[in-house]
């Protein structure tokens, strides 16, 4: 059974930094991520990483979010620096498997507010 266990979501001022971090059990996943969905928006890409260490960022993230994965652990790091209140949002964690098998995570809020 495929779990996704993600911590570390919270609120932190404008600015601020925070990180995620979702460990995956119950299979081998070839893209680990992130996802995020704020209120009445659709749910956007924050950033993915391959088993083989390609990344792949949102445009609006690019230099301030850093995701780095360990494979050996199945999990995967969001650190989120310089955050926007209009980053506000359910962060969510995203696997895939090698046979394109799409895991979520069940979410994490995090607010960015003062």
């Known amino acids: 059974q495929v779990q996704l266990v993600e911590s570390g979501g919270g609120l932190v001022q404008p600015g601020g930094s925070l990180r995620l971090s979702c460990a995956a059990s119950?299979?081998?996943?070839?893209?680990m991520g992130w996802y995020r969905q704020a209120p009445g928006k659709q749910r956007e890409l924050v950033a993915t990483?391959?088993?083989?260490?390609?990344?792949n960022y949102g445009d609006s993230v690019q230099g301030r979010f850093t995701l780095s994965r360990d494979n050996a652990k199945n999990t995967v790091y969001l650190q989120m620096n310089n955050l926007k209140p209009e980053e506000t949002a359910v962060y969510y964690c995203?696997?895939?498997?090698?046979?394109?098998?799409?895991?979520w995570g069940q979410g994490t809020q995090v607010t960015v507010s003062s």
């Open positions: 995203y696997a895939r498997t090698y046979v394109r098998t799409t895991y």
């Open positions: 990483s391959t088993s083989g260490g390609g990344s």
């Open positions: 119950g299979s081998i996943f070839s893209i």
